[in-house]
Structures are given as structure tokens and as C-alpha cells.
């Protein structure tokens, strides 16, 4: 019936989608920044494991800093932070740092950068912020 159609697409949508998933993804690394940000914000979170969701987030907030929305990348990038089986925690830190070292907040940057070192010392972005941090950050 009428109804009972209605709602399973409601479901089908409201499910995760790999397919659009994918397609963020490629669109991602083909450089597409906007593209990729209107699949991955197709995207339900919520039902997400914090490794998938991170990941999604992660993606969008670096495709809005490479779009130069620098203030939707911050947004995005506070919530990568709180999902603390995500493994790109540190990812988000880094480019934190360089968000707000492109907005001229070179305190802000100074600190994430130093988030990292104190809180992610094996992280792959510790030499980064290390010469971030000797620098003052310009």
C-alpha cells in the first residue's frame, strides 16, 4: 500500500548509503570539493559507528577549508573531536590548526598544533606541528 511504500523509503534514505558514500569519496579524491560535500551531507550519521562518521565529517570539514568556508570546516571539525573511537582525532587537530592559521587566529593554531604533540605523539602530523610551533606560526 500507499503508506507502507511511503515509510520504507523513508527508511532506505534515512539508512546509511554506500553507494553515496562512494561516490563522496571519489568525488573527494578527484579534488571535487563540492561535489564530494553533496554526497557526504546526503549522508544519516547517526547510526554510524565513530570510524565511519569521523571519517564523513573529517572529509566534509577539509573540502569546506579547501572551498574557503573556514568557519563551516571549524563547525565540522569540533564534532570530528568528540567521537573518540575515530582515528582521525588528530587529522581534525592538524587541520584546525591550519584553519585557523588561514583566518589570521595564529593563537588558536598555536594551540591545536600543541594538542597534538601533547595529546597525539604518535600521530603522522607531530613533525608538522612541531615546526608549526617553532615557527610561531605565520
Request: proline residues 1%; charged residues 30%.
Amino acid at each position: 500500500d500507499k503508506e507502507y511504500r511511503r515509510q520504507r523509503q523513508m527508511c532506505i534514505r534515512d539508512s546509511f548509503n554506500k553507494m553515496v558514500y562512494m561516490n563522496g569519496v571519489l568525488a573527494y579524491q578527484r579534488e571535487d570539493y563540492g561535489a564530494a560535500v553533496g554526497h557526504f551531507e546526503k549522508l544519516a550519521l547517526m547510526e554510524l559507528d565513530d570510524i565511519t562518521a569521523g571519517n564523513i565529517i573529517y572529509w566534509l570539514a577539509e573540502c569546506h577549508f579547501r572551498l574557503n568556508n573556514y568557519r563551516e570546516a571549524l563547525s565540522l571539525l569540533d564534532r570530528v573531536d568528540v567521537l573518540f573511537a575515530s582515528d582521525k582525532r588528530d587529522d581534525a587537530m592538524a587541520l584546525t590548526g591550519m584553519v585557523y592559521r588561514e583566518i589570521g587566529e595564529n593563537d588558536r593554531a598555536q594551540q591545536a598544533f600543541a594538542e597534538i604533540v601533547d595529546f597525539f605523539p604518535n600521530s603522522e602530523y607531530l613533525r608538522l606541528a612541531q615546526m608549526e610551533l617553532r615557527k610561531g606560526v605565520k
